[in-house]
C-alpha cells in the first residue's frame, strides 16, 4: 500500500528509546523514570508527506516550524483547553523541534474543524451538499466562507492510508456521546479562537484538525501539533477570492509538482513518488517560513 513505509531517519538519543515513528513526528520515551513522570518525547523531523506518501526528500528547517508554531498556539490557546507539553529539557540533538509532552490516552478521531468549503469538503457539497452530514447552503464555491464553522471529524487512518470523514454520529458510536460532544465543543471553540487571531494577521485559517488524548486522571487535553501549515489550510487574506483555489502558506508547491508532467509521476500507481527538485524545496521552505513569521513573530 503506498506510503506505508517511513524512511528510517529517527535518530538515536540518549536517555530516550526511539518507539514510533508517524509520517513526520518520532516517538521516544524515557530509558530511566523521568522526572516529570509518564512522559514521552515528540520529535518533529524534516521529513513531508503527500498524497499518503512519505517523500524522498526533507524539507530543511521544518521540524522546528512546525514545533515552534505549536508552542506558540498552545499558549495562544492554554485558557480554552490545556494541553499535553511538559516545561523540561530535550537532547542537544533535536532541540528546537522537539517537545517533552504527558502520555495520553489518545481519542482515534481527527477533530476538523472547517470554516471555509474547499478540500474533501468541496467534493462531497458538489455530491450531496452536505459535509459530513451537515447540510450547507445552495450556491458555495471553492473558497466560500460557511455560514459558521463546522464539526466534521475523520477516523485515524495508519501510515499510508487515508483518514476517512465521517459523521458526528459516528464518532458518537465510536467513543460515546459525552466525550463526542466535548470534542466537537472544544474543537470548534479553539478554531474559533484561532480564526480570530489570524485574522489580525492578514491570514484567513480556512480549516484546520486537532487530536485530543485524555489523561490517567481523565483529563482532556490538546495534543500533537496544532495549527501549523502541515495540519491547517492558511490564506493570505488580501488574496481571497471565492471561486478557485486560494493561494496558500503550506505544501502545495509540492502537490503542485508532483501532479505536474515534469514530475512524470503517476499518484495513482504504487510507485513511490520521486526526488523533489532543488527549486521546489526552496520555494516551499520560504512558505513554512513565511507562516510562521507572520503569525508567531508579529
Partial sequence: MPGHVVPPTAPELPGWRHVYSGKIRDLYEPVEPHPAGDVVLVVASDRISAYDWVLPTEIPGK?????????????????????????????AEVEGRAMVCKRLDMFPVECVARGYLT????????????????????????????????????????????????????????????????????????????????????????????????????????????????SSRFWPADEWEPGHAQPSFDKQFVRDWLTSAESGWDRRSDD???????????????????????????
Fill in 63 to 91: 521540524g522546528g516550524i512546525l514545533t515552534g508554531l505549536s508552542l506558540w498556539w498552545f499558549d495562544q490557546v492554554r485558557e480554552i483547553v490545556a494541553n499535553h507539553t511538559v516545561e523540561a529539557p530535550v537532547p
Fill in 119 to 230: 478540500g474533501s469538503g468541496l467534493v462531497e457539497y458538489q455530491e450531496s451538499g452536505t459535509v459530513c452530514g451537515i447540510p450547507l447552503p445552495d450556491g458555495l464555491v471553492d473558497g466560500s466562507r460557511l455560514p459558521e464553522p463546522i464539526f466534521t471529524p475523520a477516523t485515524k487512518a495508519e501510515v499510508g492510508e487515508h483518514d476517512e470523514n465521517v459523521s458526528f454520529e459516528a464518532i458518537v458510536e465510536r467513543i460515546g456521546l459525552e466525550d463526542a460532544v466535548a470534542l466537537r465543543d472544544l474543537t470548534l471553540a479553539v478554531y474559533s479562537r484561532a480564526h480570530e487571531i489570524a485574522a489580525t494577521k492578514g491570514i484567513i485559517l480556512a480549516d484546520t484538525k486537532f487530536e485530543f488524548g485524555r489523561t490517567a486522571d481523565g483529563q482532556i487535553l490538546l495534543a500533537d501539533e496544532v495549527l501549523t501549515p502541515d
Fill in 272 to 298: 513511490a513518488p520521486p526526488a523533489l527538485p532543488a527549486d521546489v524545496v526552496e520555494r516551499t521552505r520560504q512558505r513554512y517560513i513565511e507562516a510562521f513569521d507572520r503569525l508567531a513573530k508579529h
